[in-house]
């Protein structure tokens, strides 16, 4: 009974303290990583390897995140020194965390995960996802086409063989050779004795054909799974999933206009100013202080910027009109319903086929979301029996009139 009762507590014990580790390594992501790594490389604040070593203790380095302003005054030693060994910048206080979440960010940084696969490698990875189906489809074509090739100089082969030996058997006989009917001649005459065979098929190969051709018709223009290789290796997974930056951040007129944009990178160098160097080296973020014409050593800009060349993405026809904000705003659609987990993209792709029927299908099928939705708030005001809190969709609302989407 003892023994097992030792064993549920180290138990609770144990889960607790992963808890906390893994609360610490949240908290750590949301707090602290804007300004302090967890290697010797310093961003805003010190990086924190060996951080144990060189502070006083560890209900130090509580009351340190807690309020640190407070203990420079106050003029704890270490306190003054590291705040005058950082340009006296002074870091936030953190007085809404525990002192049980302190202690989990603590045991965060004192055993900090190793270190995770390169970007590269899962950028391999994600761009191979898609396409290997359609790659294995086209693969198979290929190993067909290929094959029946094969048979049919095999085939000639024989024939070749077959007719040479016919050839000497006459000669050693003595006898005229037989006449050849030829390739031709031996399948007219093969037809004209099958002919329910032949009808079929021919009918076969007349539906294979129609078939392809009303497939390659239905794709002209359709790029879903289109994925191009970016100038720069920029990756949505990093910033979008593991740093949790918002969508809008970046793409900050999708709540506001028609198009979603693609960030300046004046939008990149809030961060790039300081971060330097990603999970593959210095390189590709050195490609933004190249286009901005920017010295990271001297932090001074040059004269000659050249705009970074994006790969556009997504492309509708001119034809036809689509507004960003009023399907994210007025429609709170979240981004990923129409572009994917944009998220755990390493290379950005589209995910949806932007064709009519898709919007079509969209508009017959979802309801408008009236309720606790600012941009139709005056318009109950104004109108309360509209709809008798009966859902509508879209269609209802006119989404399905060529003129909303053509003009
Ligand atoms: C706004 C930037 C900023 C944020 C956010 C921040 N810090 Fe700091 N931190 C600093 C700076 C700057 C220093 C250097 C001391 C100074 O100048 O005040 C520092 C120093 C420290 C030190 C002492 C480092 C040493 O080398 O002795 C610890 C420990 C620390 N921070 C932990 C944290 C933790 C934990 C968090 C998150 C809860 C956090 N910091 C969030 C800027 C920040
Ligand atoms: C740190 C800035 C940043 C954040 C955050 C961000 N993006 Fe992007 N996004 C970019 C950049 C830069 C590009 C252009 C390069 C590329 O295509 O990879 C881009 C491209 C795209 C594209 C393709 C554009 C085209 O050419 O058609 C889509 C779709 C997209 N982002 C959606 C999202 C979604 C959804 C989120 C949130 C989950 C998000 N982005 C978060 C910077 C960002
Ligand atoms: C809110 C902060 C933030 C913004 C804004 C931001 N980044 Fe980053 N970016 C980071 C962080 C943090 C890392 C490093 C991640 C790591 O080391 O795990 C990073 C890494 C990178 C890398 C290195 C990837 C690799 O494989 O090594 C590139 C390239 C990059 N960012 C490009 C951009 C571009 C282009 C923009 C602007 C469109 C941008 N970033 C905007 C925070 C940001
Ligand atoms: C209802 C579907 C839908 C939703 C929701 C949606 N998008 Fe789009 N997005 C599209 C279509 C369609 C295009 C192509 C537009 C074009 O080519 O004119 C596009 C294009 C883009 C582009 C390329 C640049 C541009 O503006 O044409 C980016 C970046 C983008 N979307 C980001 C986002 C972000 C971020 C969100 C969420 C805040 C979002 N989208 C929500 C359908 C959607
Ligand atoms: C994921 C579902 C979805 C998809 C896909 C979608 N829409 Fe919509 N769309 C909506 C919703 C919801 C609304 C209603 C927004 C509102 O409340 O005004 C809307 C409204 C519209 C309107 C305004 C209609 C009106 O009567 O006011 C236009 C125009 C429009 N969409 C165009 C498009 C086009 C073009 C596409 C395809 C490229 C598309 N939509 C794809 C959901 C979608
Ligand atoms: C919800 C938005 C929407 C509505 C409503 C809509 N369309 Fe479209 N339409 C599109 C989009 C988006 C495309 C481009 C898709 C593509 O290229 O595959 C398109 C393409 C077309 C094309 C093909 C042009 C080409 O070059 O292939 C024709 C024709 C067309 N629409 C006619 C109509 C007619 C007629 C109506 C009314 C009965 C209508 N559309 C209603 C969104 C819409």
């Given amino acids: 009974m003892k023994r097992i009762s030792t064993a549920f507590f180290t138990l609770t014990v144990l889960l607790a303290s992963s808890a906390y580790a893994q609360d610490g390594e949240k908290l750590f992501k949301q707090n602290c990583a804007s300004c302090h790594t967890l290697t010797d490389k310093a961003m805003v604040g010190p990086g924190l390897a060996g951080l144990f070593d060189r502070i006083p203790s560890e209900e130090w380095a509580i009351s340190w995140v807690k309020n640190s302003s407070k203990m420079v005054a106050a003029g704890d030693p270490y306190a003054v ?28 940084i004192r055993n900090p995960p190793v270190k995770e696969v390169p970007a590269a490698a899962a950028v391999v990875a994600d761009a191979g996802a898609k396409p290997s189906g359609a790659l294995a489809g086209d693969t198979l074509i290929y190993v067909l086409v290929g094959l029946a090739l094969l048979l049919l100089l095999l085939l000639v082969v024989l024939r070749g063989v077959k007719r040479s030996l016919t050839h000497l058997v006459s000669e050693r006989d003595g006898v005229p050779a037989p ?19 032949t009808a079929f098929s021919v009918l076969v190969v007349v539906l294979i054909l129609l078939r392809m051709g009303i ?30 930056i918002n969508c809008v951040y970046c793409h900050s007129s999708a709540e506001k206009g028609k198009t979603a944009g693609i960030p300046s990178l004046n939008v990149c160098m809030n961060c790039h100013s300081y971060v330097d160097q990603g999970p593959t080296g210095t390189a590709e973020i050195a490609k933004i202080y190249r286009a901005l014409d920017y010295d990271p050593a001297t ?68 309801n408008v979301q009236v309720t606790d939705n600012g941009y139709y708030e005056d318009l109950h005001k104004r109108t309360p029996e509209w709809h008798n809190g009966d859902p509508i969709t879209v269609e209802r609302i006119g989404g399905l009139e060529c003129a909303k989407c053509h003009y």
């Fill in 81 to 108: 020194k590291i705040f005058n060994a950082n340009n006296k910048v002074p870091m936030s206080a953190f007085e809404f965390l525990s002192d049980e979440e302190i202690k989990g960010v603590l045991s965060y």
């Fill in 299 to 366: 932090k001074t800009y040059g004269s000659k910027p050249t705009p970074v060349k994006w790969v556009r993405v997504h492309n509708l026809p001119d034809l036809s009109y689509f507004n960003h904000s009023q399907h994210v705003v007025a429609g709170q659609i979240p981004c990923q319903t129409c572009h994917g987990a944009v998220e755990e993209q390493a290379v950005v792709g589209q995910h949806s086929p932007l064709t009519m029927g898709w919007c079509i299908d969209c508009h017959r099928t979802t």
């Fill in 179 to 197: 006449v050849e009917k030829g390739a031709v001649g031996t399948l007219l005459s093969w037809m004209n004795t099958h002919r329910g065979w």
């Fill in 215 to 244: 497939q390659g018709l239905m794709t002209i223009g359709v790029y879903q799974g289109y994925a191009p290789t970016q100038p720069i290796n920029f990756s949505h997974k990093i910033h979008a999933g593991q740093n949790g």
